[in-house]
């Protein structure tokens, strides 16, 4: 039997990577499209920021008699020291237009000051700057925040005046710091490469079994369901190959390659991370980091292989029931969904789980990646995953071979 | 050698949750000898490929015996496979491979030794005359060039027993005398040929023994002698529109 489900295997990897689109749509594709996405996103989010800070803008300010405040004077420098603006002074009277050029784009930014603020300093009472912007510009919504920033550094420049005016250190202010006297990376005490592990934590389980299910679904359904619609697959039953070799060597072929897809997308998203790390997530780890080692590895192996015949045997159940390409694909089609969500579901949760979710097929093995890309996995739970996937691709295979042997299924008309 | 006894054949179809049954085969027996062409002759609808199929074991009779080279169809179907070289037009190849590769890949499913194979595959190339096409794709052949193809492919094993769903459907004239030339060999060197048609012409060139099945019963057999003066007709064509009329009325 397992003779025969070999030479069915060759056969189909044969006829599966000899086909320039098919190589392509499974291997090349997944490969290069990370990366490829990532870098151009990449690019632009960079060229777009480098361009919001190199941009000159115009700022209005009202009144304009404030020329001899000295807290006047410090809030504009501030300003220029932190942003590449023309100030332009206006009377009150000139308010409304520039409030209309902010709104068509022409200027980017009012600030408003009410009357005597060194007087109301003086007297400890509180005072109000209003900043007019334009959240649907991308410069003026940047001045806005720069501007922000500027009135907390005036206030705090304006309280340490009025505690040194009173004669009371300024250390009054902060009684109690975190972390200022040692250096970062002596805090952080994080198993090396186990950050990145978290961000590929939440991506890569859902990525592989999506890229696993999409890939068996591509070519499984055709190997089946696509055979039996164009009378390819008579040929085989007529031989003395029993119907339990072909299953198996077709579901060996179509795991064969959906793994080849798998691991080509994971080894795009490796590529891409070393951009998508930095720029999307703001992380401050090093892809370099990112290295598994042999136990690590040998787990996802122990993971992956089982989860991938589990995949690929729902999709080839639904591909033996069905008539045509097309029932199969609307029959996996749900299945697909249930999948992609459980696993988007999973790969989202926190460290600890449910008990019941190390029993359960595909969640278990979502559960199980994230935990040796994190570093924290246990073998127990490793082979607990890849046994009940093992059990429950047995059960379908089963079933399968039943419905092969079936002629109400196979000559459904 | 096939036995067929009392072989009946019902249908289930299941159609918006009513079951219909369809009586495609209701009792049939008859026998194939090694060295004679039978040809199982009936209109369409008659119930000829249900019965190859039930033969070839693609399917189960639902009553009945099927004896091949002494094997029964249902206890040792994967035995009988092994004695049989099934074909039917409707049985298409994957286009992506060549007739070449295709004769391998079926020599080793077969069990069949690499030399075994090589030697087989020269012997079925030259008498079908597939030497121009042997290492194309079948995707780029003729109707012909693969209905060749594919018989090369069922025989690869050399089996003893061939059984052909209408050889000649959709064939060319000279592709059709091509493969009927090649069953009459094939009788003549002691294998059972069984073949089914609905065209009275290849029942009387090529048939020793004829069965007439009509509504899934067996109205006739014999040899085209016999059943024309059984019915003391001169023709085979006679007979049949005679029992396609009884069953008009
Ligand atoms: N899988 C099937 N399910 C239901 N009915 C079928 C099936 N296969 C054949 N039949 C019916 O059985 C009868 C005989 O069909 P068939 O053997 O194909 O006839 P022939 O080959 O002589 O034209 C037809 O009425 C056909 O509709
Ligand atoms: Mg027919």
Known sequence: MFSDA???????????????????????LPLVMLPVMYTVMGKISQSRSADIRSYHGTVFIAPEMQKQSPIYEEFISIINSQMNVTINEIPEAYIPTAKELIKEKEAQLLITFPENIDFAFDAIQPFDIHVFYNGASDYSSYFYRRTYDAVNSLADTLIYLRLESLNIPTEILTPVTANRTISPELVNLAKKGSEVGKVFGVLLPFIIILYLFVSSMQVGIDTVSG????????ILLVNQVDRASIILGKLLAVVCASFASAISSVVGLMIAGRYFLKDLFRSSAEMSDFILGADQILQLAILLIPVAILLVSLVLICATYARNSKEAAGLVMPLYMV??????????????VPTWMHYTPIINTVVGLK??????????????????????????????????????????? | ???????????????????????????????????????????????????LRCISTLIKPTSGTITVNGFDSLKDDRKVRSVIGFLTSDMKLDGFFTPDYMMDYFGRLNKMSPEDIAERKEVLIKELHMEEFRNKKIDKLSTGMKQKTSIAISLIHNPDVIIFDEPTNGLDVVTAKNVTDFLKKYAREGKT???STHIMGVAEQICDKIGILIEGLIKELGSLDEIVKRNKTNNLEDVFFKYLEVQDV
């Open chain 1, 6 to 28: 070999y030479i069915i295997m060759k056969k189909e990897l044969k006829r599966l990577f000899t086909d320039r689109r098919t190589v392509f749509f499974m291997v090349v």
């Open chain 1, 227 to 234: 055979e039996k619609e164009r009378g390819t697959l008579a």
């Open chain 1, 339 to 352: 999948v992609l969500i459980l696993s988007i579901g999973t790969s989202s949760m926190g460290e600890t």
């Open chain 2, 1 to 51: 050698m096939i036995e067929i006894l009392d072989l009946k054949k019902v249908f289930e179809n299941k159609k918006k949750g009513t079951v219909s049954y369809k009586e495609a085969l209701k009792g049939i027996s008859f026998m194939c000898k090694p060295g004679e062409i039978f040809g199982l002759l009936g209109p369409n609808g008659a119930g000829k490929t249900t019965t």
């Open chain 2, 193 to 195: 040929v069984l073949i």
């Open chain 1, 371 to 413: 935990s040796v890309f994190i570093k924290s996995s246990s073998w127990g739970n490793v082979i607990i995953a890849a046994v009940t996937s093992l059990i429950f691709s047995g059960l379908l295979i089963f079933f399968m071979i039943r419905m092969f042997k079936n002629e109400k299924i196979l000559f459904r008309i």
